[in-house]
C-alpha cells in the first residue's frame, strides 16, 4: 500500500496545476501596449538586423547564451530502459530543473522520435541556432559514443552526454581524493570494472587520462570478462579486453587496488572484497542497489574506501556535483565544446574542493559537527553552496587555456561575485534543512490530525523521514478521514485526550501543569479539565519528553494556540518575550521576517530583544543576519515617536551584539537598493550587504507585508516560526497548505535538534565533573 501511495504521489505532483514541471517565463515587461511593441513588433526587427549582420550578436540580444537543451530519444532512461520519447520527458524536464537550481541555466527538454544515430545527428545538429549547449540524455549505447563524436566535431557549441562524463568526472575526482589517502600511484594500481555501458567506458577513459594504464583494467560486461577471444566486442571495449581467458569476478578482484561497479545491485559480496588487496577502493554506483552495500563492503575490510550513488551513505558519487557548473562554466566563456582539459579541470576542482575546510551549512545540512577530508569524505557532498564559485571558474579557466573560450573572463572576482549572486549562497536552505531533519528525525504531535491537510502532511513526513508523527484526536473520526482520502496511518500513533484509554496520562499531566500554574489563576480541578484540550495535552508531551515537538493552529485562532504552549512550557532563560518570525523563499534568497505573528505594539527595549531573538534564530540556520529594521524614515529624517523608537531599538542592539550587522530605522525601499544606500548613506552598515532580515516596527506592519508578499507570489511563506520558547511549539496560519505543514514539521525537527542539543550542553555545564574538567583545562 505504501507503495501505490508513493506512486500516487508522484503522479500527483507531475499532474496538479500546471501539468509538468517547467514553464517560459518572460524576461522583460510585458505589460503595456510599448511593451509588446518593444518585444515583437515593430522594436523586434532592431535586433534581428544586428544579429543578421554580425550572427556573434545572437548572444547579446537573445537568450542564447544561458539556454541549453536537455535532448533524449528514450533509448536507456534511468533504471527503465528504452521507453520512448514521450515517457522520458518526465526525466527530462526534471534534468532541466536541476540546470536551474543548481547553476541558473534556463533549459528546453527536447524528445526526439528517432533512433538512427545518422539522423538524430542531424536533427541536433539543425538546432544548433537556438541554444548555448547540449545536454545529451539517456541515450543507449553504442549509439551514444557515435551520436556525441559526430555533435561534439559538427557544432560549435558545447555538447556532453551526461550519462557517461557526469559519473566518470564525479567517480574520478572521488578516485584522485581516494589513492591519495590509501597511498597509491594511479600509474600502479589494478581496476576491476564492472559494467560496460556508456558511464563506465567514459569513467575508464577518464581514468586513463588521469594516470591509469589501459593494461591495467580487467572489465566485465553482461557476457562476463572482455578478453580477446570473445568475437562479440564492439570496438570501444576492444582496447580493454585485457583478461587472457574466461574469468569471474571473484577471481578478477583477488588482489586488485580498485573495484568500480556501474552494473546491478549485489553482486560483490564480503568476501570478495576480503581478497582485494591492501588498502583497497571500492566505488559500488548501481542505483538504487550498489553492487556490495556499505554495511558488508566495511565490515569486511576497516581500510576499505568505499563510495556509492546513494545518498544515505557517506561519499555519494552524484551527477549533480557536475553537470550544472560544466556547463555554467562552458556557457559563461561560450566554449565552443566540452573538451577532455574542461574535465579534468572539473576533476580537478571537485577533488581539491573535498580537501579545503566545509562551511558551516554543510555541516548543518548533514548532521555533522565537522565534516573532514578523509576516508568518509573523499567528494563533496551535493548540497555544497560553494561548487557552483568553484567548478564553474575551473572549467571556465580551462577552456581559455584549452584555446576553445569565444569569450574570455578578465575578472574573476567579478565573475565568482556575480555566481554567487545568481541563487544566493543561501538559497538552499529547506533542502539543507531537510536533509539534516532526516538525518535525526524526532517525534511531532499534530494536534489538530481530525483535519485532513494535517493527515495527508503526517504521511508525507513519516515517509520522507523527516520526523515521527503522533496524532491527536478522535480515532474513529481520524481512520474515517484517512480511509476516504487514501492515507496509510499504518504504524502512526493516535491519541485521543478526551478519551478513558488516557485519563492516566491526563492525571500525569495535570498534576505537572498545577505545580507551574498554581498561583497563576488555575485551580487543580480546571488543570485536569484543560488536559482535554489537545492544544494543553500536546505541549505536555513535549514539556515531559513523550513528544519533542508540536505544531497547531490550523484550525483556531493564534492565541488559542500560543497560550497553552506559553502555560505549559514557558519562555527560555534569559528571554523575556517569545516573537514570531517567517521564512519567506524569494528570488533573492531567504528573507526573515519579524515580529509577524504576536507583539502588537513594541517597546524600544521589546523590538531591541525581537531583532536579537530573530538573529539567534538565523545562526541557526547558519546564515550571517543582515539586517534592516524598518520605518517610514531615514536615518532620522522623520522626528516621529515611532522613527526614534526603532532608532533606538537598533542603538539597543548594537550594545548587546556588536557585531551584528544591522541598520535602521530606513525604508524598505531603501534596504533593499544598494546604489540608492549608496549614494545616500554611505555610512550605513549595509552598504554593498545583501539584507536577508527585516525587522517591521509593529505587528500590523509586518502581517501586512508578509502576507502581500505570499498572496502576489513574490515569495513562498513559511511560519510562523515561534521564537523564544523553552521547547519547539510551532503554529500554523489558519488555512495553511499541506506543503507549509510539511516545511514546518521540518522547521520543528531542527528546532528540536537544536534545543535537545542546546539542553545537553547546558546539564554538562551545571555538571561537577564538567566543572573540574574546566579546572584542569
Not at 568526472?169 to 600509474?187: P, R, T, V, W
Not at 565552443?336 to 545540512?365: C, F, G, H, R, Y
Not at 571556465?396 to 544566493?424: C, F, H, Q
Amino acid at each position: 500500500m505504501q507503495r501505490d501511495l508513493r506512486k500516487e504521489e508522484a503522479l500527483r505532483y507531475h499532474s496538479k496545476g500546471k501539468p509538468g514541471k517547467i514553464e517560459v517565463v518572460p524576461t522583460k515587461e510585458a505589460k503595456t501596449q510599448r511593451d509588446l511593441s518593444l518585444a515583437y513588433s515593430p522594436g523586434v526587427a532592431e535586433p534581428c538586423k544586428e544579429i543578421a549582420a554580425n550572427k556573434e550578436d545572437v548572444y547579446k540580444y537573445t537568450a542564447k547564451g544561458n539556454l541549453v537543451a536537455v535532448i533524449s530519444n528514450g533509448t536507456a532512461v534511468l533504471g527503465l530502459g528504452d521507453i520512448g520519447p514521450e515517457a522520458s520527458k518526465p526525466v527530462m524536464e526534471g534534468k532541466g530543473v536541476l540546470f536551474k537550481i543548481f547553476a541558473d541555466i534556463d533549459v528546453f527538454d527536447i524528445e526526439i522520435n528517432e533512433t538512427d544515430p545518422e539522423k538524430f545527428v542531424q536533427i541536433v545538429k539543425a538546432l544548433e541556432p537556438t541554444f548555448g549547449g547540449i545536454n545529451l540524455e539517456d541515450i543507449k549505447a553504442p549509439e551514444c559514443f557515435y551520436i556525441e563524436k559526430q555533435l561534439r566535431e559538427q557544432l560549435t557549441i558545447p555538447v556532453m552526454h551526461d550519462d557517461q562524463h557526469g559519473t566518470a568526472i564525479i567517480s574520478a575526482a572521488a578516485l584522485l581524493n581516494a589513492l591519495q589517502i590509501q597511498k597509491k600511484k594511479i600509474d600502479k594500481v589494478k581496476f576491476v570494472i564492472n559494467g560496460a555501458g556508456a558511464a563506465a567506458m567514459a569513467c575508464i577513459q577518464l581514468y586513463v587520462s588521469l594516470g591509469a594504464k589501459p593494461e591495467n583494467f580487467l572489465v566485465f560486461d553482461r557476457k562476463g570478462v572482455l578478453h580477446s577471444g570473445r568475437k562479440d566486442l564492439e570496438e570501444f571495449k576492444k582496447k580493454f579486453a585485457n583478461a587472457k581467458e574466461e574469468l569471474s569476478l571473484d577471481k578478477a578482484l583477488k588482489d586488485a587496488d580498485v573495484f568500480v561497479g556501474l552494473s546491478v545491485g549485489n553482486v560483490v559480496n564480503g568476501e570478495m572484497i576480503k581478497g582485494m588487496a591492501k588498502n583497497p577502493i571500492v566505488f559500488a554506483m548501481a542505483n538504487p542497489d550498489p553492487e556490495i552495500s556499505w554495511e558488508e563492503a566495511t565490515a569486511a575490510r576497516k581500510d576499505v574506501i568505499m563510495a556509492t550513488g546513494r545518498s544515505d551513505y557517506p561519499n555519494q558519487v552524484n551527477n549533480v556535483l557536475g553537470f550544472p557548473y560544466i556547463f555554467r562554466g562552458a556557457l559563461d566563456v561560450r566554449a565552443t565544446q566540452i573538451n577532455e582539459a574542461m574535465k579534468l579541470a572539473a576533476v580537478k576542482a571537485l577533488a581539491e574542493m573535498a580537501q579545503s575546510p566545509v562551511p558551516d551549512i554543510v555541516n548543518l545540512a548533514y548532521n555533522e559537527k565537522t565534516i573532514m577530508f578523509g576516508p568518509e569524505y573523499i567528494i563533496p557532498k551535493p548540497l555544497d553552496p560553494r561548487l557552483l564559485s568553484v567548478v564553474a571558474p575551473a572549467v571556465a579557466k580551462a577552456a581559455m587555456e584549452s584555446g576553445v573560450a569565444s569569450k574570455p573572463i578578465t575578472d574573476w572576482e567579478a565573475y565568482t561575485n556575480d555566481l554567487n549572486r545568481r541563487l544566493g549562497l543561501d538559497n538552499q536552505v529547506m533542502r539543507i534543512l531537510g536533509n539534516k531533519a532526516r538525518r535525526d528525525p524526532r517525534r511531532i504531535v499534530f494536534a489538530e490530525a481530525e483535519n485532513v491537510k494535517i493527515l495527508k502532511a503526517a504521511q508525507i513526513v513519516i515517509d520522507e523521514g523527516i520526523g515521527y508523527p503522533i496524532l491527536l484526536g478522535d480515532e474513529n473520526k481520524i481512520r474515517i478521514i484517512a480511509q476516504a482520502n487514501g492515507i496509510d496511518l499504518e504504524g502512526l500513533p493516535i491519541y485521543d485526550p478526551r478519551s478513558d484509554a488516557m485519563e492516566e496520562k491526563r492525571n500525569t499531566y495535570a498534576e505537572l501543569f498545577f505545580k507551574k500554574r498554581q498561583r497563576k489563576g488555575f485551580n487543580y480541578y480546571e488543570s485536569k479539565k484543560i488536559m482535554k484540550d489537545r492544544n494543553y495535552f500536546g505541549c505536555m508531551m513535549v514539556e515531559t519528553g513523550d513528544a519533542d515537538a508540536m505544531i497547531s493552529g490550523l484550525s483556531k485562532n493564534y492565541p488559542d494556540t500560543i497560550r497553552p504552549a506559553i502555560q505549559c512550557i514557558g519562555i527560555e532563560e534569559g528571554t523575556k518575550r517569545i516573537a514570531g518570525m517567517y521564512l519567506m523563499l524569494t528570488k533573492k534568497g531567504p528573507i526573515f521576517l519579524g515580529d509577524t505573528t504576536v507583539n502588537f505594539n513594541p517597546t524600544a527595549e521589546e523590538l531591541a530583544e525581537i531583532t536579537l531573538l530573530v538573529a539567534r534564530e538565523m545562526r541557526h540556520f547558519n546564515i550571517i543576519p543582515r539586517i534592516a529594521m524598518l520605518s517610514y524614515s531615514n536615518f532620522g529624517s522623520s522626528n516621529s515617536p515611532e522613527a526614534h523608537l526603532v532608532a533606538k531599538a537598533r542603538a539597543l542592539v548594537k550594545q548587546q551584539m556588536p557585531n551584528l550587522i544591522v541598520d535602521g530605522e530606513m525604508q524598505a525601499s531603501v534596504a533593499f537598493n544598494n546604489n540608492l544606500l549608496k549614494e545616500n548613506y554611505p555610512f550605513s552598515e549595509l552598504v554593498d550587504k545583501d539584507v536577508n532580515t527585516l525587522i517591521f516596527p509593529n505587528l500590523a506592519s509586518g502581517n501586512i507585508a508578509y502576507n502581500l508578499l505570499k498572496e502576489l507570489g513574490a515569495a513562498d511563506a513559511i511560519g510562523p516560526i515561534l521564537l523564544g520558547l523553552k521547547k519547539p511549539v510551532h503554529i500554523l496560519q489558519l488555512g495553511s497548505s499541506v506543503r507549509n505543514i510539511v516545511n514546518m514539521a521540518m522547521i520543528a525537527v531542527v528546532d528540536a535538534q537544536l534545543k535537545s542539543q542546546a539542553e545537553t550542553e547546558e546539564l554538562i555545564r551545571k555538571s561537577p565533573w564538567w566543572k573540574r574538567f574546566k579546572k584542569k583545562a
